[in-house]
C-alpha cells in the first residue's frame, strides 16, 4: 500500500489554476479526487490521504459539481462504508453561467487545421472490442508510428479492474515506481475508435510520462492541475497531426469527429465556413460544464503548443525535437497547415 503516493497525488490536484473561490476549482478538484480514487482502487494504494483531504474540503467540497462527488463516492464505497465526509460534497452547487467563448484566434486556428482532416470516411464499424482484453494494448503497439517520440509499449504497465467503466474518466497514471501505467476497464469500442483513442490519446500520455521520467522529473506533475493542461494540450496536437498526417479516411473521421466533440465543450467561436465550427455547434458535453480552464486545453491549449514549437517546461528537449520534426515534415508536404495558422495570425 503506498500512502506516499496518494499523498502525492492529492498535494497535486488541490494545486488547481483557476480562481480558489471559484465553482470551477472546486469542481476540478472534486474531478481530481475521483481520478486519484480510481488509481488508488486498481492499484492497492491506501485511500486514508484521500479521506483526510475530503475531511478538509469544508465548504468547497460542497460547492463542486455534484456529478464528480457521485463518482468520487461511489469509487470510494468500493473500498469499504463510505467516510461521512464524502456525503455533503457537491451539495451546495449550482449552475453557472456558461463561461465565454475561448481566445478567438487561437480557436480558429484549431477549426482550420481541423477543417483540414478528411471527414469523409465511413462512419466507425465492425465488431466492438474491449481494452481489457488485450485491444488496448495492441492498439498501442501498432500504433507507435503515430506518435512523435513514442516510448515502447513494453515499457508500459497495465492493470486490470473491473471497475465500472463509467466511473473512469482519465485511465493513465504515473505507478509509485514511475512507470506508465494504464488502468483497464471493459469499455467497448469500435476497433478503429480503439485505435484512435489508445494509440494516438493514451499512448501520448504515456509517452509523456516515459519521457518525463527519462529526463528526471516526477512525472504525477501531468497529471492533475496545471500540468494536466500541458498533458491534455499535447495529445491533442498529436491527434491533429495524426488527423492530418493519415492516409486512412476511417480513421481521419474518428480523429475529427474527436476534434469536434472537444470543441464543443465551450461556446463554439463563430468561425466563418467551418465544418468543424458548425459540426461542434450541434454537439453538446456534460463533462466540462464547470471545467473551462481544463476544456480550452485540449483546444486552444493545443494550438498554443504548437505555435510555440512545443516549447513548454513540462516537455523535454528530445520529445520536443520529435514533436517539431513530424510537424515541420507535414507542413512540408502539406503547405495548407502552415496557411491555417497564418490565416489565425500565429
Ligand atoms: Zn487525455
Redesign the pocket.
Known sequence: MSSDHTSRAVERLLDVPADPDSVETASWILRGMSEAALFAVAQSHAIEPLDDAVGALGARGRRGDPKFAARLRELRTILGPLPSAYESLGRDWSPQPRPGPPDTQKATAYCRLADLVDRSGPPPSGQAVSAADGHGRAALLDRDRWRPGAHPTAGVRFVRTDIDPSLAW?V?TRAADGVPVIVLVAEKLTPTVNDVWWGI??G??LDHISHLEATGHDATVIEYGHGLLA??SL??SVELLAGLETSDSGVARVVWEGLVERLARLPVPDVASSPTAEAARNATDQEFTALPTLARA?TTGAVELLASGFHHPLIPVAYRTALVDRWNSLAARRPEVLDALEEAGL
Open positions: 482519465r493513465w490519446h493514451n501520448t500520455h498533458a491534455e495529445a491533442m485540449y
